[in-house]
């Protein structure tokens, strides 16, 4: 009887799909880890304690409360790419020195785009309370999605982001001011020409780096709400209205009706946000310059009236 010869296991080779099942098996738990490690998830921030905090650093006592608060619920609407903002995109966000935004440009041109928010903790001069109050505003992803959201008509029409405020003030107790004039010495005493009522209206709807389009009415207590368009008094005493686009291929902003702009470092071509002292007093020197952008605020003397385009 022939003896039967069996080969070792060590020996026998094993099929292809299983010598390849393992190492796959072990990249694709690799890829979902770094694929999860990359998401950051995004908080809502508190608006009302952040304006509070920024309208403090303002460099101007003219700036709105509301007019602040409006900027950064657009932001945090539509965060901004850091991977493509410039300069400009950067100071507009109102959260960042020009230290900070130098060395994340800096940051940027020597390393590439950035691949998770986490990255930022890397970028010099970015301590974690920049990065904590900068992060519900800011992405690492394209969302450039006005091109695909159809026309300008359309996406005004279609927006979310749009807010209406009604105010009604009155002092209950009789004024002198108000009272019914009598006369003295033979001549009649002063007296506001208007009613004691304050009343504002003010609309607008908006997206960040695409369009704005809004308007505003304010009647002061004592003004008189008169309406004779021959002498160019069509109600309240302070009117106001604006249409604004941005992102134009080469027309980088385009305003009409009222705006503001803010170039080179003078006291009226830099009027509107601006951040102020923080930590670092020497480089508070040179104010932002973001170009034109469009005025909605209630103030009567911190805006142009006409047209004004940014082209590039």
Known sequence: M????????????????????????????????AARAQELPRRAPDLDRLTQELFAEIQSDQVPYEDLYETLLQYYQTPVNLNAASREDLR???????????DLLRHREATGPLLSLYELQSVPGWDLRTIYRVLPFVTVQSNDTNRTRGPLWQR?????????FLRYERVLEQRKGYSVADTFQGRATQ?????????????????????????????????????????????????????????????RALALGDYQLQFGQGLLLSS?????????????????????????????????????????
């Open 92 to 102: 507009a966000l109102l959260l960042l020195s020009e230290t900070q935004i130098t």
């Open 2 to 33: 022939g003896a039967q010869t069996v080969k070792p296991l060590a020996a026998r080779r094993p099929r292809p799909w299983v010598r390849l099942a393992a190492p796959a098996a072990l990249l694709s738990l690799l890829l979902t880890q």
């Open 191 to 251: 007296r506001y020409l208007g009613t004691p009522d304050k009343m504002l209206v003010r609309y607008r709807v908006s997206r960040a780096r695409d369009f704005s389009l809004g308007f505003a009415a304010e009647k002061d207590a004592g003004e008189p709400f008169t309406w004779q368009p021959r002498q160019g008094q069509l109600g309240p005493d302070f009117l106001s209205a604006h249409f604004f686009v941005q992102e134009r291929g080469r027309l």
């Open 272 to 312: 509107g946000l601006a951040v102020g002292k923080g930590a670092e007093t020497i480089t508070t020197l040179r104010r932002s310059s973001v170009g034109v952008r469009p005025y909605s605020a209630l103030l009567e003397n911190t805006f142009f009236r006409g047209a004004a385009a940014t082209y590039q």
């Open 156 to 164: 005004i029409k279609n927006e979310e982001n749009n807010a209406l």
